[in-house]
């Protein structure tokens, strides 16, 4: 079975500074994965997506993330945040069946 | 604009009352999920749909039911067998493996 696991409900960062959110899976077969970004009351918004080509994934808003298969991970960093970045992200995995499996969020704070 | 659509956002529940969340999608996309939402736990796949006329439990399906009698709607009712049904409920829906949200509903049960 597939599992995704977020170290650290809540991260606080001040503004400028380097965001790194974790994100660890579990897959028997090559993983697709995604993060997603939450902001308050309102759905998710797709960030970026492994698909198989590059291990390094640019997304939106600044946003990157790193598959490695040796350490089973797929972080999401930034060079420097805003504080418009504050929002909860979540890390998912695909079934391939089309189904995502969520990690349980991680809350980012950012502090001016 | 394309998107999918869900009402109303906000939604309050006596105890042992039935209600219908609506989802609505002009994406033409053949697959749609419910999923729920409670601080802490991430999100969790209540029902699914990838073709019209058929839909699949997903890992908390009891005291919830859906139909999908069109490629754009797939409502979901939430029952009075549901115990615990304040929540934030999303609807999604996908084109090969990427999942697009609608904007959600808060129910909450008084």
């Known amino acids: 079975a597939q599992s995704v696991t977020q170290l650290g409900s809540h991260v606080s960062v001040s503004e400028g500074a380097l965001v790194l959110l974790r994100c660890n899976y579990s897959s028997s077969v090559p993983p697709y994965l995604f993060w997603y970004v939450q902001y308050p009351n309102q759905g998710l918004q797709l960030l970026l997506k492994?698909?198989?080509?590059?291990?390094l994934v640019k997304g939106i808003n600044g946003f990157e993330a790193e598959f490695k298969k040796s350490e089973t991970s797929f972080h999401l960093t930034k060079p420097s945040a805003h504080m418009s970045d504050a929002a909860e992200y979540f890390c998912?995995?695909?079934?391939?069946?089309?189904?995502?499996?969520f990690g349980q969020g991680t809350e980012l704070s950012v502090k001016p | 604009d394309g998107g999918i659509t869900q009402s109303p956002k906000y939604l309050f529940r006596k105890e042992g009352q039935n209600v219908t969340l609506s989802c609505e999608q002009n994406?033409?996309?053949?697959?749609m999920y419910w999923y729920r939402q409670d601080p802490g736990q991430g999100l969790r796949l209540i029902y699914y749909?990838?073709?019209?006329?058929?839909?699949q439990k997903g890992d908390i399906a009891e005291g919830y039911s859906v139909s999908r009698e069109k490629k754009e709607s797939f409502p979901l009712t939430v029952t009075s067998a549901q115990k615990n049904p304040t929540a934030f409920y999303l609807c999604a829906s996908s084109i090969g493996l990427e999942q697009f949200f609608g904007p959600g509903t808060r129910l909450t049960v008084l």
């Open positions: 492994y698909t198989s080509a590059a291990t």
């Open positions: 994406l033409n996309h053949d697959a």
């Open positions: 998912a995995v695909s079934d391939q069946g089309g189904k995502l499996i």
């Open positions: 749909s990838q073709i019209v006329n058929d839909f």
